[in-house]
């Protein structure tokens, strides 16, 4: 479900050093290699200025609101829940609300410096289609229809890891291991046209769903951060394609 909101802060939490190097949009603002004050304070301008109309020159997308075609979420563990979400053109607001709190690492040498960023954003709101396959207890769940989830407060971290290429004496990133962690202070569901309309039933389930959200999460986060990874890994394919690590910073 969360697999926008991380992306563009992983996005940006690379591309956030947006420096006037020779290949990056002189326009932007830039940041020294460790800065990581002005990598934050850089972030969330460019977030602002950006996240509705996205910037091509930087590889930038628009991420408010995000549109997600399609993914999927599957926890098939033993317990009390079992459950199969898929789902479709799912728009995804609040990324412009991003709060970064911390940086940690984007030194001078990607091989050994770390890539971490941590923050929150007050709300995101994901609004869609699903279909939904599986079971809570004994009661099994069918539905297709709309819907209506927000993770309220959301925290989270970004670790990257990249694996390093020198090419005419410029160092080029590809993405070698990212972990993504997110925690939601509270979540509310809503999902339309459960058990083929059944009103009743439908009701009995949003409400157990989001009296028990909190193991509803835990059992279905693993599979979320998966996706979320997923897609950051090919957003981040996109910019270390264009742009050479020393592309991103100025020049000490």
């Not at 509270?186 to 999902?191: F, G, H, S």
């Not at 409400?207 to 979320?228: C, D, G, K, M, Y």
Request: aromatic share 10%.
């Amino acid at each position: 479900m969360m697999l926008l909101s991380l992306c563009s802060v992983l996005l940006l939490g690379l591309a956030l050093g947006a420096s006037g190097a020779s290949n990056f949009p002189a326009e932007l603002p830039r940041c020294h290699y460790g800065d990581t004050d002005c990598i934050i304070n850089v972030s969330h301008r460019l977030i602002r200025q950006y996240a509705r109309t996205g910037y091509a020159p930087a590889a930038f997308p628009q991420v408010e609101p995000f549109l997600v075609k399609r993914f999927d979420i599957s926890d098939g563990r033993a317990g009390s829940l079992s459950l199969k979400l898929n789902f479709r053109d799912v728009n995804v607001e609040g990324l412009s609300g991003v709060k970064f709190d911390r940086a940690v690492g984007f030194g001078t040498n990607p091989a050994s410096s770390k890539f971490e960023m941590y923050g929150s954003f007050p709300k995101i709101v994901l609004r869609g289609k699903y279909l939904a396959d599986g079971r809570i207890l004994i009661l099994p769940i069918r539905g297709d229809g709309d819907a209506d989830i927000t993770l309220h407060n959301p925290k989270f971290s970004v670790k990257f890891k990249p694996a390093t290429q020198s090419r005419n004496g410029r160092t080029y990133l590809s993405v070698d291991k990212l972990k993504v962690l997110v925690e939601p202070q509270k979540m509310n569901i809503k999902l339309t046209n459960l058990f083929n309309g059944d009103q009743a039933l439908g009701n009995n389930l949003n409400q157990f769903l989001n009296e028990n959200w909190s193991e509803v999460w835990s059992e279905l986060q693993p599979s979320v951060h998966v996706a979320i990874s997923d897609i950051m890994k090919n957003i981040l394919a996109t910019l270390f394609k264009r742009f050479a690590y020393e592309d991103l910073f100025l020049e000490d």
